[in-house]
T-cell receptor
Framework: QQQVKQSPQSLIVQKGGISIINCAYE??????FPWYQQFPGKGPALLIA?????SEKKEGRFTISFNKSAKQFSLHIMDSQPGDSATYFC????????????FGAGTRLFVKA | GAVVSQHPSWVICKSGTSVKIECRSL??????MFWYRQFPKQSLMLMAT?????????EQGVEKDKFLINHASLTLSTLTVTSAHPEDSSFYIC??????????????FGPGTRLTVT
């Protein structure tokens, strides 16, 4: 019940295209859903996050879509660029769980120039 | 703002020795810090939650006596890998939650420490 399932495992997108990564969760107590970007040999960096009272959040080229009833959320990267090539992790946490963050398995994105 | 540092960034040690990794919040106070472990091409696995002034809470399957965590101040947590073995080789990452400020949930991650045990 603590799992966050992420797909696809890897993704290749043409420059300028849209990258879409999906995640699903079971624990309805989760109340914070961040997305992280990680480059090789570096720590993860927060990209964008959403609370379950909102169905969509957009920051620049990054958009989170959130479907509370389906317990699913997704990251859309518009106008994907080669510099976006990295590993992306969805995650979930809950205040009642001491703010522990549960990470998805990760998606390795490669944007072709 | 909200910078977390780790030291060292990489370390090589011999089997049987102990290694200490420091995690510091540079410009904020952190009541809670988290320690993660990441194997190559895998996700981050939470090892333990470190609360300032109290004992760490370890996740199931993590050996408390092997991975000693100390959170002695609001800006510093340390992870000591005792009697390290090659299977302990991994990328160790810490994160910190800002005490009473900003986003209630947001964690700030350190750059990670690469541990290689020979």
């Amino acid at each position: 019940q603590q799992q966050v399932k992420q797909s696809p495992q890897s993704l290749i997108v043409q420059k300028g295209g849209i990258s879409i990564i999906n995640c699903a969760y079971e624990n309805t107590a989760f109340d914070y859903f961040p997305w992280y970007q990680q480059f090789p040999g570096k720590g993860p960096a927060l990209l964008i996050a959403i609370r379950p009272d909102v169905s969509e959040k957009k920051e620049g080229r990054f958009t989170i879509s959130f479907n509370k009833s389906a317990k699913q959320f997704s990251l859309h990267i518009m106008d994907s660029q080669p510099g976006d090539s990295a590993t992306y992790f969805c995650a979930a946490s809950t205040k009642s769980g001491g703010f522990k963050t549960i990470f998805g398995a990760g998606t390795r994105l490669f944007v072709k120039a | 703002g909200a910078v977390v540092s780790q030291h060292p960034s990489w370390v090589i040690c011999k089997s049987g020795t102990s290694v200490k990794i420091e995690c510091r919040s540079l410009d904020f106070q952190a009541t809670t810090m988290f320690w993660y472990r990441q194997f190559p091409k895998q996700s981050l696995m939470l090892m333990a939650t470190s609360n300032e002034g109290s004992k760490a809470t370890y996740e199931q399957g993590v050996e408390k006596d092997k991975f000693l965590i100390n959170h002695a101040s609001l800006t510093l947590s340390t992870l000591t890998v005792t009697s390290a073995h090659p299977e302990d080789s991994s990328f160790y990452i810490c994160s910190a939650r800002e005490t009473g400020g900003g986003s209630y949930y947001e964690q700030y991650f350190g750059p990670g420490t690469r541990l290689t045990v020979t």
